[in-house]
């Protein structure tokens, strides 16, 4: 099987899908099946919870204060499993949790999971990477279409009601530089941390 845990600088990432209802014009794992010390991201089949558990209990975590959901697909379309190994992380191996999602969990999932979150997760990076609805589905080919940056914009916010550490980032020289301005913008009025990747 392919990486299920890979070290990206400082921090421990769980690849847990290649699963993902978008298709980025942008996305990484078009252009490299590694990144970090994996070998490869592309899964031959999804990890049990169990297997991810013991792929973490496997590694000297002692230099790292947080684990990252985050591989080659969107963590959120593994939302119940999420949440177990989360749970996990937070109980047994005493670590910070951080979520890196596009955002679409609750459109993934056919319910609001951000109230789900509280408590498991500490801190949330979102993908905004677009001005507007049209740009959006321009840049991420959104299998759920037009709704999908509402869909992103209402998570953002209930995210920053819910979990201490929002930040939404965008995807450097992907967009047009106006349109990174506006989301800088947007992460402004929405009192949220702005980063490009």
């Known amino acids: 099987m392919s990486a299920i845990i890979y070290r990206y600088g400082s921090r421990y990432y769980i690849n847990m899908t ?7 014009i ?15 991201l592309w899964l031959d089949r999804e990890p049990t919870v169990q297997e991810v558990k013991e792929a973490l209990l496997a590694l000297d975590l002692s ?12 963590p959120t379309e593994r939302f119940d499993d999420l949440k177990e190994i989360a749970t996990f992380i937070h109980s ?23 109230p789900e979150l509280k408590g498991l997760v500490d801190s949330v990076s ?10 959006y589905l321009e840049v991420t080919r959104s299998k759920f279409g037009p709704g ?12 920053r009601s819910t979990i201490d550490g929002v930040t939404v980032s965008i995807v450097g020289g992907s967009i047009p ?12 009025r929405m009192n949220v941390a702005f980063r490009v990747r």
């Open 18 to 24: 290649n699963r993902c209802p978008c298709r980025c």
């Open 26 to 40: 942008f996305c990484v794992r078009d252009q490299t099946p590694t990144l970090g010390d994996a070998d490869s």
């Open 63 to 74: 230099p790292t204060e947080e684990i990252v959901f985050c591989g080659y697909g969107e």
């Open 92 to 114: 047994d191996l005493r670590k910070r949790v951080r979520l890196d999602t596009n955002g679409l969990g609750s459109l993934i999932n056919g319910r609001d999971i951000v």
């Open 126 to 135: 979102i993908s905004l990477n677009a001005k507007d609805a049209d740009e």
């Open 148 to 159: 999908s940056y509402q869909a992103v914009l209402d998570f953002i916010s209930e995210c």
């Open 177 to 188: 530089q106006e349109s990174e301005e506006e989301c800088a913008r947007i992460a402004q």
